[in-house]
């Protein structure tokens, strides 16, 4: 089991960044990353990276959006920046471990007022 503890969520006007964390309770991960999760929209990826330091972007948040991690591994961080009332939604965690099993953490509301 790996359990995810999210933080870093909130309220924020348009064009205001927020950073979220995700800590880990294994250091060790294949990917990990964010989803979110609109009112009435399917969940989707944000952003997620590799223990090799590989990252992988929704396109709508290239250039606004960082995901970066610890040197230990355990905490993975989202930056965002310039944020637009369409991130609105609830921010998952994400978390992949050898073998394929998936985690995920409770969820961090992050509302954009216009």
């Known amino acids: 089991q790996v359990q995810l503890v999210e933080s870093g969520g909130g309220l924020v006007q348009a064009g205001g960044s927020l950073r979220l964390s995700c800590a880990a309770s294994r250091s060790i991960f294949i990917t990990m990353g964010w989803y979110r999760q609109a009112p009435g929209k399917q969940r989707e990826l944000v952003a997620t990276i590799s223990m090799g330091d590989r990252t992988n972007y929704l396109d709508s948040v290239k250039g606004r959006f960082t995901i970066s991690r610890d040197n230990a591994g355990r905490t993975v961080y989202l930056q965002m920046n310039s944020l637009k009332p369409e991130d609105t939604a609830v921010y998952y965690c994400?978390?992949?471990?050898?073998?394929?099993?998936?985690?995920w953490g409770q969820g961090t509301q992050v509302t954009v007022s216009s």
């Open positions: 994400y978390n992949r471990q050898p073998g394929s099993r998936e985690y």
